[in-house]
Nanobody, 120 residues
């Protein structure tokens, strides 16, 4: 499985970005997640979506502002980010696993990451 993220960039606080992650491989059998890692901090869970029932999970810090979705026909998972805050600044990674999880060590494949910077 190969995962390629895109859509990161620089945005002002309160703005929006939409990240995309294109997967090649057994996409339709995998749950997908988004994680992020800020400078000097550990990687943290952001959102995840199940592969069969499309159940979604969110970190408390992004609930109500971020939306994860997927398009099985195009092997793509999205992260719509609204109401961005400077604290959201990080490198964002998509990852795949067999069952949606908030734990990074339960994910098998990772993308290279895309930088999101939110200015105040």
């Amino acid at each position: 499985v190969q995962l390629i993220e895109s859509g990161g960039g620089l945005v002002q606080a309160g703005g929006s970005l939409k990240l995309s992650c294109v997967a090649s491989g057994l996409f339709t059998r995998y749950a997908m997640g988004w994680f992020r890692q800020a400078n000097g901090k550990e990687r943290e869970f952001v959102a995840a979506i199940g592969w069969s029932d499309s159940r979604t999970f969110y970190a408390d810090s992004v609930k109500g502002r971020f939306t994860i979705s997927k398009d099985n026909d195009n092997d793509t998972v999205y992260l719509q980010m609204d109401g961005l805050k400077p604290a959201d600044t990080a490198v964002y990674y998509c990852a795949s696993t067999t069952v949606a999880s908030t734990r990074s060590n339960e994910y098998d494949y990772w993308g290279q990451g895309t930088q999101v910077t939110v200015s105040s």
